[in-house]
T-cell receptor
C-alpha cells in the first residue's frame, strides 16, 4: 500500500525557473492538500482540493498553481521560482474533511 | 486569525519518564484537533484526532486531551522510549472547514536511553 507518493524528493532550481511537484495517492481519498514547511516552523496550507476538478486557495497560494484532473493526482506548479519558495513541500490526503490526514514524505526544494 | 503555539520548542527526557506536550490555540471555534509525529526527513504521521465534541482520545501509550474553552490541548506520552524521539505537531481545524488545518511550530522530543 503506497499511500501518498511525492516526486521528486530533492530539487534545486534557479531563480525564474518553473517546475511541477508531483503527488499521487492510491487510497481513493477525495481531499488532497499541499503544505509548505519552512525551517523550525509549522506547516502552511498552499492549496487544497475536495475532489476532481475542484481546487481552492489556502493561506499562502501566491506563486503556485494546482490542478486536479483525477482523484489520484494533485500536482503543484511553481512558476518563476523565487528564493522565498525555498522550503519543504508536503502533499497530504484524507477521505473526508474531518478525518486523519495522510502525508507524503516531502520534496525539499531550494531556489538559488 | 487562528494561532497555534507549542511550548516548549524542545524537550529532553530520560527513558521511562511520563511526559506532557502542550498546545494552545487562540480561537476556540474549532472543528477538530490533530496531533502528528514527524521524524527527520520524513512526512507527518497522524497520531490522534479529537473532535470538538470530545475531551480526549487514546491510542496505546498516547493520550490527547482537549479543552476548547481554555484553548488548550495536551499530548501525554506514558513510559517514554527512545523510539518516541521525534517532533510532535498539533494542528486545529476551523469550524467552517474542518480539515484546513493551522499548525503549531512543534515540540522536538528527545528520549535518552
Amino acid at each position: 500500500n503506497a499511500g501518498v507518493t511525492q516526486t521528486p524528493k530533492f530539487r534545486i532550481l534557479k531563480i525564474g525557473q518553473s517546475m511541477t511537484l508531483q503527488c499521487a495517492q492510491d487510497m481513493n481519498h477525495n481531499y488532497m492538500y499541499w503544505y509548505r514547511q519552512d525551517p523550525g516552523m509549522g506547516l502552511k496550507l498552499i492549496y487544497y482540493s475536495v475532489g476532481a476538478g475542484i481546487t481552492d486557495k489556502g493561506e499562502v497560494p501566491n506563486g503556485y498553481n494546482v490542478s486536479r484532473s483525477t482523484t489520484e493526482d494533485f500536482p503543484l506548479r511553481l512558476e518563476l521560482a523565487a528564493p522565498s519558495q525555498t522550503s519543504v513541500y508536503f502533499c497530504a490526503s484524507s477521505r473526508d474533511y474531518n478525518e486523519k490526514l495522510f502525508f507524503g514524505s516531502g520534496t525539499q526544494l531550494s531556489v538559488l | 486569525k487562528q494561532e497555534v503555539t507549542q511550548i516548549p520548542a524542545a524537550l529532553s527526557v530520560p527513558e521511562g519518564e511520563n511526559l506532557v506536550l502542550n498546545c494552545s490555540f487562540t480561537d476556540s471555534a474549532i472543528y477538530n484537533l490533530q496531533w502528528f509525529r514527524q521524524d527527520p526527513g520524513k512526512g507527518l504521521t497522524s497520531l490522534l484526532l479529537i473532535q470538538s465534541s470530545q475531551r480526549e482520545q487514546t491510542s496505546g501509550r498516547l493520550n490527547a486531551s482537549l479543552d476548547k474553552s481554555s484553548g488548550r490541548s495536551t499530548l501525554y506520552i506514558a513510559a517514554s522510549q527512545p523510539g518516541d524521539s521525534a517532533t510532535y505537531l498539533c494542528a486545529v481545524g476551523p469550524r467552517n472547514a474542518g480539515n484546513m488545518l493551522t499548525f503549531g511550530g512543534g515540540t522536538r522530543l528527545m528520549v535518552k536511553p
